[in-house]
């Protein structure tokens, strides 16, 4: 199914005929049988929740805390007062769902009318400023709202009075439907020459079209709203390599990915079954990113702005693991805590609530080995069956990437199920971060990944800053690639050739990572330093470095003849929704400056 090939009258005729749109239980009889499964603890742990929220008061949203993104760059003071208004009502929306005794109500119709009342629904970050009302901004933020909103609404319907039922429709008419089919300015809306969509498309759609999935009552505007939506989504599907990956990296597969299958979920209950965003091949690949950059049990991939740690929504993976039948994405060690405070979205706390997960004590590890051919990232794990044995990750990629850092050649090591060597991820979100000082923050230079240095010179951004893929092979005894990285550098590097060459030795004894990088300058000799960077203790020794230890740590052997070593510590690194961290450089420097040389560094497990 080509979704560029839905026009506005095709989807207009799935949309005839179709009996009802019922996505989630409503009846007495069906929800109690929902509220029945999830058990007496879930429930009633939500219902003691709720009924703090009833007396408790709304969050203020004034316009000065709103400027303060603009004025001093930092966003959480507006986000995190507006994220307890969401939890607030998400909590009451769910009780009085599941307990259908009309106790919330009151307390969920002031929360909705507050939002309503919202200048902007945008992030600051996004709007920047405050809207006119005729021209809203649409970003992730309003999307979801809309969203949260139509969901809210479909799940207490009458209940509701007829008043607020009518603004909602109103305000996100106004704020994000309209919009979304008048507008040609959103710049998620298409992949262009100047920009690629990332998971921003797939968040908004989800968002707007899932909205009028249940407000939109003129068929022939809502197939003009889903046909857009398609459109869009066929560029978003082409941000996934071959093998379903994504640069963005395992969490923004959650967030973008994830709102894809809320809409796909949507789409089939509101045309019969005639529009079924799963049934594409290439999906059922994409579906299976989380298990193919799992290093570890709880430890994946951290490449761009993700994180080692990332949560996978329950409600996600249960349902791609029915609908696809994927089993092992219920096995990635995620499990219902049926709360609500880690969502920034009502559809994931909802979905967890009506297609909870199943209470697998296993927790898949990964196979031997993953490889995404045009991503150029290499998975290894010298025994999936033992989540302590030695994992590796490294990629090649470009630095035009989505959620870009300059990180070409950058690589992974977790022993012990402990990150030993790190890519360190995401960090705070601010408006620095997302602007034109992006590299001069450590956690998106080269700086903060274990990546070389050359004469001084860290790597730069944009695509031509690429790696190109000499050697990539898997075998029962070593898995290996190479890579030829001297374009990630800038001229002044005065780089003829680096090649980077790593190899996952399986037969040592618990297993051992070589690795090489191989420098050649274009005019005289340079200096050169191949770099691993690290949360933890360093301990430097004569022709070995240790890193960690017994618990979780590797030995670095290196020809002291040729190599020199030393360390540079960056103490309390900040990074977005999670704890500042340390992180060490351990710089090692080939002796001399010669035109050509190599540093080589042999790493294993302590």
């Excluded at 609908?323 to 994931?348: K, S, Y």
């Excluded at 590796?392 to 992974?412: T, W």
């Excluded at 997302?434 to 990546?451: C, D, K, L, W």
Aim: glycine content about 10%; charged content about 20%.
């Amino acid at each position: 199914m080509d979704l560029r090939r839905w026009n506005v009258k095709h989807v207009r005729m799935t949309l005839e005929g179709v009996a009802g749109f019922a996505p989630f239980a409503r009846e007495a009889a069906d929800v109690a049988a929902l509220r029945a499964g999830l058990g007496q603890a879930a429930v009633a742990n939500l219902l003691e929740r709720a009924r703090t929220d009833i007396g408790a008061p709304i969050p203020a949203l004034p316009a000065e805390l709103y400027l303060e993104f603009q004025r001093s760059g930092r966003r959480e003071g507006y986000e995190d007062a507006q994220r307890e208004r969401r939890n607030m009502l998400y909590r009451l929306t769910l009780a009085e769902w599941l307990e259908q005794s009309g106790e919330f109500v009151p307390a969920v119709e002031n929360l909705l009318w507050a939002r309503l009342e919202e200048t902007n629904w945008a992030w600051p970050a996004h709007a920047r400023g405050l809207d006119f009302p005729d021209r809203p901004t649409v970003d992730l933020a309003a999307a979801m709202t809309a969203l949260d909103l139509a969901e809210t609404d479909y799940l207490l319907g009458d209940k509701l009075s007829p008043q607020l039922r009518a603004r909602i429709r109103s305000e996100t008419n106004r704020r994000t439907i309209a919009p979304f089919l008048k507008r040609n300015d959103h710049w998620w809306l298409h992949t262009t020459p100047a920009k690629q969509v990332n998971n921003w498309t797939a968040v908004c759609v989800a968002g707007v079209v899932g909205a009028a999935c249940y407000f939109e009552t003129d068929l022939d505007r809502l197939a003009e709203i889903i046909a857009r939506g398609l459109h869009s989504l066929a560029d978003y599907l082409e941000t996934f390599d071959s093998q379903g990956g994504s640069s963005e990296g395992p969490d923004y597969w959650s967030y973008g990915f994830g709102n894809y299958v809320v809409l796909a979920h949507l789409l089939k209950e509101r045309t019969g079954g005639k529009i079924d965003l799963l049934a594409l091949p290439m999906v059922r690949e994409i579906a299976q990113f989380p298990v193919r950059t799992v290093l570890t049990q709880g430890v994946w991939a951290s490449f761009s702005d993700s994180d080692s740690n990332p949560n996978f929504h329950p409600g996600l993976l249960s349902y791609l693991a029915k609908n696809l039948d994927l089993p092992a994405l219920t096995e990635l060690g995620m499990r219902n805590d049926f709360g609500v405070e880690i969502f920034n979205q009502f559809v994931w706390p909802l979905r967890q609530y009506a297609w909870p997960l199943p209470d697998k004590a296993v927790a898949f590890g990964g196979t031997d080995h993953d490889w995404f051919a045009d991503m150029g990232w290499m998975i290894c794990r010298l025994d999936p069956t033992d989540p302590k044995s030695l994992r590796l990750a490294i990629k090649g990629g470009h630095n035009d990437e989505m959620h870009n850092q300059n990180d070409v050649g950058s690589l992974i090591v977790v022993q012990n199920g402990r990150v030993v060597l790190t890519d360190p991820g995401r960090g705070r979100y601010s408006k620095a971060y997302f602007g034109p000082e992006r590299y001069a923050n450590i956690m998106t230079s080269s700086r903060g990944h274990s990546v070389p240095v050359v004469n001084g010179f860290e790597q730069a951004e944009g695509a031509e800053r690429a790696a190109r893929v000499l050697v990539h092979s898997n075998g029962a005894a070593r898995d290996e690639l190479a890579l030829e990285m001297a374009a990630a550098y800038p001229p002044e590097a005065g780089l003829n050739q680096l090649q980077r060459t790593i190899a996952f030795d399986r037969q040592a004894p618990g297993g051992r990572i070589a690795l090489k990088d191989s420098f050649a300058f274009a005019n005289g000799g340079g200096a050169f330093q191949s770099v691993l960077v690290t949360p933890l203790a360093v301990e430097i020794g004569a022709g070995e470095v240790r890193i960690g230890g017994p618990d979780g740590g590797v030995k670095v052997a290196f020809d002291a003849g040729q190599v020199e070593v030393s360390t540079e510590h960056h103490a309390g690194v900040e990074k977005q929704y999670a704890p500042p961290v340390d992180l060490t450089r351990v710089l090692f420097s080939a002796r001399g400056k010669a035109g050509q040389g190599e540093v080589a560094l042999d790493i294993t497990p302590i």
